[in-house]
């Protein structure tokens, strides 16, 4: 079967992809700061790696990807993605509390690309920017587009065009969130602060 087709077939380069049978484990990760004050904007990258038989049945390298990310918690804002090592890219829809439709595949007989066989391998990084006035736990992880099963595909041996999906058998996918405590500006608790200390000398 094509896997292109099969994981998202917008970004499907040229040539078609049989699908192997193998072990297979994808696990995808999100890095983000451990806290922010509110308000303030903070990048957030998306890494995934392969492990099983297949990284000594060919040559392996990251296929493609297609993904939603989201925020659940505190509500925030997306900057679209950045898709730096693909060379088929979808920077994706931002939406409130999500960035919809992040993509991008790759092809060693694509002309022009530069191919990577990184693993572990950067998907796509953006910009999050919490809600104006919230403060709490944010929680950012990635799931499937809606609609489709697999998430992500990797070249077993891109040299004969061998791909496997996250969904085929044998295969297995592991996400793996970030958590981003937001915590009232700084600004805004040194304004208190001065306020108070007016109040004091008054009463003095």
């Given at each position: 079967?094509?896997?292109?087709?099969?994981?998202?077939?917008?970004?499907?380069?040229?040539?078609?992809?049989?699908?192997?049978?193998?072990?297979?484990?994808?696990?995808i990760w999100i890095e983000a700061p451990k806290?922010?004050?509110?308000?303030?904007?903070?990048?957030?990258?998306?890494?995934?790696?392969?492990?099983?038989?297949?990284?000594?049945?060919?040559?392996?390298?990251?296929?493609?990807?297609?993904?939603?990310?989201?925020?659940?918690?505190?509500?925030?804002?997306?900057?679209?993605?950045?898709?730096?090592?693909?060379?088929?890219?979808?920077?994706?829809?931002?939406?409130?509390?999500?960035?919809?439709?992040?993509?991008?595949?790759?092809?060693?007989?694509?002309?022009?690309?530069?191919?990577?066989?990184?693993?572990?391998?950067?998907?796509?990084?953006?910009?999050?920017?919490?809600?104006?006035?919230?403060?709490?736990?944010?929680?950012?992880?990635?799931?499937?587009?809606?609609?489709?099963d697999s998430m992500i595909d990797w070249w077993?041996?891109?040299?004969?065009?061998?791909?496997?999906?996250?969904?085929?058998?044998?295969?297995?996918?592991?996400?793996?969130?970030?958590?981003?405590?937001?915590?009232?500006?700084?600004?805004?608790?040194?304004?208190?602060?001065?306020?108070?200390?007016g109040i004091v000398r008054r009463r003095r």
């Amino acid at each position: 079967m094509n896997s292109c087709g099969k994981l998202m077939g917008l970004l499907c380069s040229t040539g078609l992809a049989t699908t192997a049978a193998a072990d297979a484990v994808f696990n995808i990760w999100i890095e983000a700061p451990k806290q922010v004050e509110a308000g303030e904007s903070f990048n957030v990258s998306v890494w995934a790696e392969v492990s099983g038989s297949v990284l000594i049945e060919g040559e392996g390298a990251m296929h493609s990807f297609w993904t939603d990310m989201i925020a659940t918690g505190i509500g925030a804002e997306f900057s679209p993605a950045d898709v730096q090592f693909f060379c088929a890219r979808l920077s994706g829809t931002p939406e409130i509390g999500a960035l919809s439709g992040v993509g991008g595949s790759q092809n060693y007989y694509s002309p022009g690309c530069q191919f990577w066989t990184s693993n572990p391998q950067l998907l796509f990084e953006t910009v999050v920017t919490p809600i104006v006035g919230t403060s709490g736990l944010m929680e950012l992880s990635v799931q499937p587009v809606a609609g489709q099963d697999s998430m992500i595909d990797w070249w077993v041996d891109y040299m004969d065009s061998i791909s496997v999906a996250d969904t085929d058998p044998g295969s297995s996918r592991n996400i793996t969130p970030a958590t981003v405590r937001v915590v009232p500006s700084s600004g805004g608790v040194t304004v208190f602060a001065v306020a108070g200390l007016g109040i004091v000398r008054r009463r003095r």
